[in-house]
C-alpha cells in the first residue's frame, strides 16, 4: 500500500492535510494508494463529484476502485496532486489520467509545458492526442509543425501511423513546405506501403492520391517510381493511385499545352512544371 499523505509537500498547502488520518483508498490494478479525500477533490472534477455530490454509489466508501487507469498513471497523478510536480517525460501519461480524473489544472500545465516541446519527432503525436482531448492551441501549434517540416516528419517513427484524414489535410493545405511535388509522392507511396491491407481503403488512397499535384510530376518519374516500388504487385494501391492519376491527367496536359503556347518552354520551368 502506497502513502501520499507521508509526502511532505512544498507548494500546496504544507500544513492543510499533513496530520490528517487516511480517509480513502484508491484500488488501481491491484495497487492501493492511500490518500486524503480533500487532496483528490481539490484537483479533480471526477472525484470531487464521487466524494462530495453523492452522484455514486460508491462515493461514501473507505476504498473505492479507479477503472480504466493503469497504477503507474494514477501514482504519476498523485505526486502532482500533492507536491504539484510533472516530469516533463510523463506529460502525455498524465494528460490522460488527468483527462479521465478531469483534472483541468493540470491539463492546462501539461499542455503549455508540451507547446515548448513540439518538434518535427513529436508534433504528429501530440496533433492526435490534442485533437483527441479537445486541446485548441496544442493542436493547431503540432499541425503547423507538421506543415512546416513535411520532410522530416516523412522519416519520424510515427508517420505511418497517421491517419488518412491527417494526412490528407497536411497535403491539401497550402501551407506545406516542401522542395518538390516528388517528395510528397513518394511520401504518400511510403505511407501507403506501411499500411496493413486492411487498412489500404481504395476510397481513403484514392482520395490522398488527389492531392498530389501532378502537374508538377514528369511522367517519367512516376513510371520509375512505380517499377522501383513494385507497385503493380500492389493492387490495392495501384488501382487508387491510377484512378486519382487519370482524373487529374486531362486538366494537367490541357495545362501544359496551355503554358507551352503562350510562354514556352521555360513557363513550365518557371512555374514549377516538369516535362
Wanted: proline content about 3%.
Amino acid at each position: 500500500m502506497i502513502h501520499f499523505g507521508t509526502i511532505d509537500p512544498t507548494s500546496r498547502s504544507p500544513n492543510a492535510w499533513r496530520d490528517e488520518p487516511y480517509d480513502v483508498h484508491v484500488k488501481v490494478e491491484g495497487r492501493t494508494f492511500s490518500a486524503h479525500r480533500s487532496v483528490l477533490a481539490s484537483v479533480s472534477d471526477y472525484f470531487s463529484a464521487l466524494f462530495f455530490e453523492n452522484r455514486f454509489a460508491d462515493s461514501s466508501a473507505g476504498l473505492i476502485s479507479l477503472p480504466s487507469v493503469s497504477a503507474d498513471a494514477f501514482e504519476k497523478f498523485l505526486r502532482w496532486a500533492y507536491l504539484d510536480e510533472v516530469d516533463e517525460t510523463d506529460s502525455m501519461v498524465l494528460l490522460e489520467v488527468s483527462s479521465r480524473l478531469q483534472c483541468q489544472g493540470i491539463i492546462t500545465k501539461i499542455e503549455k509545458n508540451l507547446l515548448r516541446k513540439i518538434d518535427h519527432t513529436t508534433c504528429l503525436q501530440l496533433w492526435e492526442l490534442a485533437e483527441e482531448m479537445g486541446l485548441i492551441e496544442l493542436e493547431k501549434a503540432s499541425k503547423r509543425e507538421a506543415l512546416k517540416t513535411y520532410e522530416k516528419v516523412v522519416g519520424s517513427e510515427y508517420f505511418s501511423s497517421l491517419s488518412a484524414d491527417h494526412l490528407s489535410c497536411l497535403l491539401s493545405s497550402d501551407d506545406l513546405v516542401v522542395s518538390n511535388e516528388r517528395n510528397v509522392f513518394s511520401s504518400v507511396i511510403a505511407w501507403a506501403k506501411a499500411q496493413p491491407e486492411q487498412r489500404n481503403n481504395a476510397e481513403q488512397l484514392e482520395k490522398i492520391f488527389s492531392r498530389v499535384r501532378y502537374i508538377m510530376l514528369p511522367e517519367s518519374f512516376l513510371e520509375e517510381t512505380i517499377e522501383e516500388e513494385k507497385l503493380r504487385d500492389r493492387p490495392t494501391i495501384m488501382a487508387p493511385l491510377a484512378k486519382s492519376y487519370e482524373k487529374k491527367h486531362e486538366w494537367v496536359q490541357r495545362a501544359r499545352r496551355y503554358c507551352m503556347k503562350h510562354w514556352g518552354d521555360k513557363s513550365l520551368q518557371h512555374w514549377g512544371y516538369e516535362g
